[in-house]
């Protein structure tokens, strides 16, 4: 007997090989991503009632040929263009199986620099991870009709965009990786801090996006940043069982039970971005991931090694003048040099993250480490009513309300 | 990132209450706000909306946990304190939920004037987005 599970996990494997083949077929991405889509539920029914087909890949490209087909009939009947369908319509039978893999060249063309992160996740986890609108929208806790709307107007963008079912080459290829990687790096944080209850849908989406993260580095396995990324997925992933308590609360990395860690991911992840590391070519991934290898590898919180994160957070800050980045440094660098020093370095962050609960976060915590007691929470009170986390609300009040 | 766009039951102070508009003017505020439910519908971006009714159908209910509930008409607050209803968004940004939110204030009232509404715009309480 199969397990339903193991029907889902092989759908979500076939899923981006049998809407590349169908694509192909009928030179069409959005109408074959609809067919694969029903495809796939026909599929998810049939399979664990009747045992899976001797061909489940060309099982799957049969019936959403089949569905094309059915569409462009009914197009067909709508607008009586009997020559122009019936010169699109493919032969009885199965149709003929390309035998490639066109699951990047739909990862790249899903997240297309036309749709923003928040268009590309979605229709990312339904054309290449094969998820259903339903699950989608379950882990991102809208309508189900709010979901598939969403994605239906991310292929329509993509359509309009005139972006050909192709592998982009030369520079493009670059600069369009970069955008695959930053979707990929955010459906991660999207699961990154679920944890319980309606959340755990969530947690998903961060197993989901180390899936296709390694898909694309079994693909490109010589590229050092996809390399440095999936390490940053997984050092991250194994703290997920010690980052939060029994209610739900947040822990901080400090006060983490580091023997909950999972040392097969940290063990992967390490190895990873250190042979990625000395390739040349050091992109802001891997430096993140070897920041999150150092805190790793720390048997205990005042076993870090501070010096080294501090040095890596300054050559990120360099390389990414990004003001998050700042605060995180001026943490680092309160732990080599004191409180003080990393008070001053946030003074230059007013102006560009007025306002975020994080700034007010970190100055209280640099303040609590200075012996400011009241400045300590009178800063964590106000990051506490800016941040619109009910989770970090609850963690900087109890902070506030220790001291 | 979401939020609840929040309309409360009058319009600014002063201006004419809804039951004593020309019936085009109810018409054409009516279009005006379904205009914009389409383009959240289309958009994907609507994850819910309602209607409330007006303080004649609202009820207080207060419970000390021994007694029984005590239930009453009101009073409530000024209507234009009053929720009438809201919007329910997932949005791109802050910036797309305040152009939402403009859009449904600058709706039009009596003799097709803008009414101006305060529309409350409120982030709904997510998931942490911090890596401790």
Same mark, same amino acid.
């Given at each position: 007997?199969?397990?339903?599970?193991?029907?889902?996990?092989?759908?979500?494997?076939?899923?981006?090989?049998?809407?590349?083949?169908?694509?192909?077929?009928?030179?069409?991405?959005?109408?074959?991503?609809?067919?694969?889509?029903?495809?796939?539920?026909?599929?998810?029914?049939?399979?664990?009632?009747?045992?899976?087909?001797?061909?489940?890949?060309?099982?799957?490209?049969?019936?959403?040929?089949?569905?094309?087909?059915? *569409?462009?009939?009914?197009?067909?009947?709508?607008?009586?263009?009997?020559?122009?369908?019936?010169?699109?319509? +493919?032969?009885?039978?199965?149709?003929?199986?390309?035998?490639?893999?066109?699951?990047?060249?739909?990862?790249?063309?899903?997240?297309?620099?036309?749709?923003?992160?928040?268009?590309?996740?979605?229709?990312?986890?339904?054309?290449?991870?094969?998820? &259903?609108?339903?699950?989608?929208?379950?882990?991102?806790?809208?309508?189900?009709?709010?979901?598939?709307?969403?994605?239906?107007?991310?292929?329509?963008?993509?359509?309009?965009?005139?972006?050909?079912?192709?592998?982009?080459?030369?520079?493009?290829?670059?600069?369009? %990786?970069?955008?695959?990687?930053?979707?990929?790096?955010?459906?991660?944080?999207?699961?990154?801090?679920?944890?319980?209850?309606?959340?755990?849908?969530?947690?998903? %989406?961060?197993?989901?996006?180390?899936?296709?993260?390694?898909?694309?580095?079994?693909?490109?396995?010589?590229?050092?940043?996809?390399?440095?990324?999936?390490?940053?997925?997984?050092?991250?992933?194994?703290?997920? +069982?010690?980052?939060?308590?029994?209610?739900?609360?947040?822990?901080?990395?400090?006060?983490?039970?580091?023997?909950?860690?999972?040392?097969?991911?940290?063990?992967?992840?390490?190895?990873?971005?250190?042979?990625?590391?000395?390739?040349?070519?050091?992109?802001?991934?891997?430096?993140?991931?070897?920041?999150?290898?150092?805190?790793?590898?720390?048997?205990?919180?005042?076993? &870090?090694?501070?010096?080294?994160? %501090?040095? %890596?957070?300054?050559?990120?800050?360099?390389?990414?003048?990004?003001?998050?980045?700042?605060?995180?440094?001026?943490?680092?660098?309160?732990?080599?040099?004191?409180?003080?020093?990393?008070?001053?370095?946030?003074?230059?962050?007013?102006?560009?993250?007025?306002?975020?609960?994080?700034?007010?976060?970190?100055?209280?915590?640099?303040?609590?480490?200075?012996?400011?007691?009241?400045?300590?929470?009178?800063?964590?009170?106000?990051?506490?009513?800016?941040?619109?986390?009910?989770?970090?609300?609850?963690?900087?009040?109890?902070?506030?309300?220790?001291? | 990132?979401?939020?609840?766009?929040?309309?409360?039951?009058?319009?600014?102070?002063?201006?004419?209450?809804?039951?004593?508009?020309?019936?085009?003017?109810?018409?054409?505020?009516?279009?005006?706000?379904?205009?914009?439910?389409?383009?959240?519908?289309?958009?994907?971006?609507?994850?819910?909306?309602?209607?409330?009714?007006?303080?004649?159908?609202?009820?207080?209910?207060?419970?000390?946990?021994?007694?029984? +509930?005590?239930?009453?008409?009101?009073?409530?607050?000024?209507?234009?304190?009053?929720?009438?209803?809201?919007?329910?968004?997932?949005?791109?940004?802050?910036?797309?939920?305040?152009?939402?939110?403009?859009?449904?204030?600058?709706?039009?009232?009596?003799?097709?004037?803008?009414?101006?509404?305060?529309?409350?715009?409120?982030?709904?309480?997510?998931? +942490?987005? *911090?890596?401790?």
């Amino acid at each position: 007997v199969t397990q339903p599970s193991s029907v889902e996990e092989q759908l979500r494997e076939l899923a981006p090989l049998v809407l590349g083949a169908v694509a192909r077929l009928y030179g069409d991405f959005d109408d074959a991503e609809d067919a694969v889509q029903e495809a796939l539920l026909a599929a998810a029914t049939q399979w664990p009632a009747e045992g899976p087909p001797e061909n489940p890949r060309g099982w799957l490209i049969a019936v959403a040929a089949r569905r094309m087909t059915d *569409r462009l009939r009914g197009e067909e009947a709508r607008r009586r263009r009997e020559v122009v369908a019936a010169s699109r319509e +493919p032969a009885d039978g199965p149709p003929p199986v390309p035998d490639r893999d066109d699951s990047l060249v739909l990862l790249f063309l899903c997240c297309h620099p036309a749709l923003t992160p928040a268009s590309a996740i979605p229709l990312t986890l339904r054309a290449v991870g094969g998820l &259903t609108t339903a699950e989608i929208a379950r882990a991102f806790l809208v309508p189900e009709a709010t979901m598939a709307q969403r994605i239906s107007r991310a292929k329509q963008r993509i359509k309009a965009s005139g972006a050909p079912f192709v592998m982009p080459a030369g520079g493009e290829w670059a600069e369009r %990786l970069r955008s695959v990687l930053h979707v990929l790096y955010l459906l991660f944080t999207e699961g990154y801090a679920a944890s319980t209850g309606a959340q755990v849908a969530r947690s998903e %989406l961060s197993a989901e996006a180390i899936r296709l993260t390694r898909m694309v580095h079994a693909s490109v396995p010589d590229d050092a940043e996809i390399a440095g990324l999936l390490a940053l997925m997984l050092l991250g992933e194994a703290r997920r +069982p010690a980052r939060t308590g029994p209610d739900g609360e947040l822990v901080p990395l400090a006060e983490q039970d580091r023997s909950l860690w999972d040392r097969a991911l940290i063990e992967e992840g390490v190895a990873l971005v250190s042979a990625a590391l000395p390739r040349g070519a050091v992109g802001e991934y891997q430096l993140q991931a070897a920041i999150a290898a150092v805190h790793d590898e720390a048997e205990t919180a005042d076993a &870090t090694d501070w010096p080294q994160i %501090l040095a %890596l957070y300054g050559l990120l800050d360099r390389m990414t003048g990004n003001p998050m980045v700042t605060l995180n440094r001026s943490v680092a660098l309160a732990m080599v040099d004191g409180p003080a020093a990393g008070l001053a370095l946030l003074e230059g962050l007013d102006d560009r993250l007025a306002g975020h609960y994080r700034l007010d976060a970190v100055r209280a915590h640099l303040l609590e480490m200075d012996g400011d007691r009241d400045g300590a929470i009178a800063r964590y009170r106000t990051a506490a009513g800016r941040t619109t986390s009910t989770a970090e609300r609850d963690y900087l009040l109890t902070r506030a309300a220790r001291l | 990132m979401k939020y609840m766009l929040l309309m409360n039951h009058a319009a600014t102070p002063g201006s004419q209450p809804v039951d004593e508009w020309a019936p085009d003017d109810i018409k054409a505020s009516g279009a005006a706000m379904w205009a914009i439910h389409e383009e959240l519908t289309a958009n994907g971006e609507l994850v819910g909306a309602e209607r409330l009714a007006g303080p004649q159908a609202a009820k207080i209910v207060t419970h000390d946990g021994v007694g029984a +509930p005590v239930v009453t008409d009101g009073p409530f607050p000024e209507s234009k304190e009053f929720l009438a209803g809201y919007w329910f968004v997932d949005v791109e940004s802050e910036e797309r939920a305040i152009e939402i939110a403009a859009r449904t204030s600058a709706a039009p009232g009596p003799g097709g004037e803008p009414m101006a509404r305060e529309i409350q715009v409120r982030p709904v309480m997510g998931a +942490p987005d *911090r890596e401790p």
